[in-house]
T-cell receptor
């Protein structure tokens, strides 16, 4: 099984940078995903890491260290529309995802 | 292309009643999944299907059943609903073929069992 931890809440100012950490303990690792979920909506895919290192996609970047069981999602140049929950998910060798409880990010003007 | 649709959008159900949540995808994905999402617990996998004709149990399968008669449809049935099944239910699908095989989620069904 998977044990996935991420902070419950974070608050940041518009234009700033926020880093959301995710640690995991896994019985089989086959990739790590980050999803964004606005209130009352479905999760939407943000990023995928399977090898160590940084994946950059516009204002969002995701980092993975498999040896440390650690990932982070970096949100740069924060905008009000980035206020949402961010879900860390680990995929096992059977292609099933286990999700963390999510981090609610609030962006203030 | 609609992607994934779920029905109903929301439902209030009396305890003990039978309920089927519907999920249909038009992306020809081979794998489909049902999750429930509860405050503070995140998304938890109920059942999954890697291909038409096969199903498997996830983390929280008790009280739920699924079937996968074809590629597009993956209904979730609560045989006798209980209040602890009050939750938001999300269906997802992915094309498991190596690589990211990203899961795409439907809009969700908000279920309240009284």
């Amino acid at each position: 099984g998977q044990n996935i931890d991420q902070p419950t809440e974070m608050t940041a100012t518009e234009g700033a940078i926020v880093q959301i950490n995710c640690t995991y303990q896994t019985s089989g690792f086959n990739g790590l995903f980050w999803y964004q979920q606005h209130a009352g909506e479905a999760p939407t895919f943000l990023s995928y890491n399977v090898l160590d290192g940084l994946e950059e996609k516009g204002r969002f970047s995701s980092f993975l260290s498999r040896s440390k069981g650690y990932s982070y999602l970096l949100l740069k140049e924060l905008q009000m529309k980035d206020s949402a929950s961010y879900l860390c998910a680990v995929r096992d060798s059977d292609y099933k995802l286990s999700f963390g409880a999510g981090t609610t990010v609030t962006v203030r003007a | 292309i609609a992607g994934i649709t779920q029905a109903p959008t929301s439902q209030i159900l009396a305890a003990g009643r039978r309920m089927t949540l519907r999920c249909t995808q038009d992306m020809r994905h081979n794998a489909m999944y049902w999750y429930r999402q509860d405050l503070g617990l995140g998304l938890r996998l109920i059942h999954y299907s890697n291909t038409a004709g096969t199903t498997g149990k996830g983390e929280v399968p008790d009280g739920y059943s699924v079937s996968r008669a074809n590629t597009d449809d993956f209904p979730l049935t609560l045989a006798s609903a209980v209040p602890s099944q009050t939750s938001v239910y999300f269906c997802a699908s992915s094309d498991v073929a190596g690589g990211p095989d990203t899961q795409y989620f439907g809009p969700g069904t908000r279920l309240t069992v009284l």
